[in-house]
């Protein structure tokens, strides 16, 4: 069965970057694109981005472009997200979701990975 | 403040009928891409419906999708403890190129 794992959480200081990485088994990993989503605490879901399976299209939300890279590596099976000059409201729990095949739904979730950014 | 619209909460006893609304615009709520999500505090959310009306397997019958116009609906018939959750509703944006949620709807079973 579809099994996405995540990095474990984080914590850095405003102006660093970090990197969560979503770890997939259970399908052909190429065939399906993988968003990520995250929550601040008390908020809503934000989608942040997507990435293609194969690593050769994106599509990255407006309020991030310029601070984010969502990458895959396909040896590994291993989604990435790095999120570079870190803000104190980039504190978040960060979800990777692999899409449906028609890229219509947010089908499979990773576990979530909480990235604090305190000074 | 959220480009799809959602009651910030919602309630009911068990055994009642429970419908939580998602407010869009022409550019979102199309029947393609309507999804809900059932999310429980520190989990990662879970597929309810995709495509506006599509369930999964292995989500109860209880509850169903529906849209009309721009806004979109949740049903939960037959409220159950369990269902004490955040629902979210999520559409591709064509005017944005992105993803949109709603703001969520936490649901409490009296």
């Known amino acids: 069965q579809v099994h996405l794992v995540q990095s474990g959480t984080e914590v850095k200081k405003p102006g660093a970057s970090v990197k969560v990485s979503c770890q997939a088994s259970?399908?052909?990993?190429?065939?399906?694109?993988f968003s990520w989503i995250r929550q601040a605490p008390g908020q809503g879901l934000e989608w942040l981005g997507w990435?293609?399976?194969?690593?050769?299209?994106?599509n990255y939300a407006q309020s991030l472009q310029g601070r984010v890279s969502m990458t895959t590596d396909t040896s590994t099976a291993t989604a990435y997200l790095e999120l570079r000059s870190l803000r104190l409201d980039d504190t978040a729990v960060y979800y990777c979701?692999?899409?449906?095949?028609?890229?219509?739904?947010?089908?499979?979730w990773g576990q979530g990975t909480l990235v604090t950014v305190s000074s | 403040q959220s480009v799809l619209t959602q009651p910030p909460s919602a309630s009911g006893t068990p055994g009642q009928r429970v419908t939580i609304s998602c407010s869009g615009s022409?550019?979102?709520?199309?029947?393609?891409?309507i999804n809900w999500y059932q999310k429980f505090p520190g989990t990662a959310p879970k597929l309810l419906f995709y495509?506006?009306?599509q369930r999964p397997s292995g989500v109860p019958d209880r509850f169903s999708g529906s849209k009309s116009g721009t806004s979109a609906s949740l049903a939960i018939s037959g409220l159950q403890p369990e269902d004490e959750a955040d629902y979210y509703c999520?559409?591709?944006?064509?005017?944005?190129?992105?993803?949109?949620f709603g703001g969520g709807t936490k649901l409490t079973v009296l």
């Open positions: 495509s506006n009306n």
């Open positions: 990435v293609s399976g194969n690593n050769d299209n994106t």
């Open positions: 999520a559409a591709w944006d064509e005017s944005l190129n992105a993803w949109v």
């Open positions: 979701a692999r899409m449906s095949a028609a890229g219509n739904y947010f089908e499979y």
């Open positions: 022409t550019s979102n709520i199309r029947s393609d891409t």
């Open positions: 259970g399908y052909v990993f190429t065939t399906y694109a």
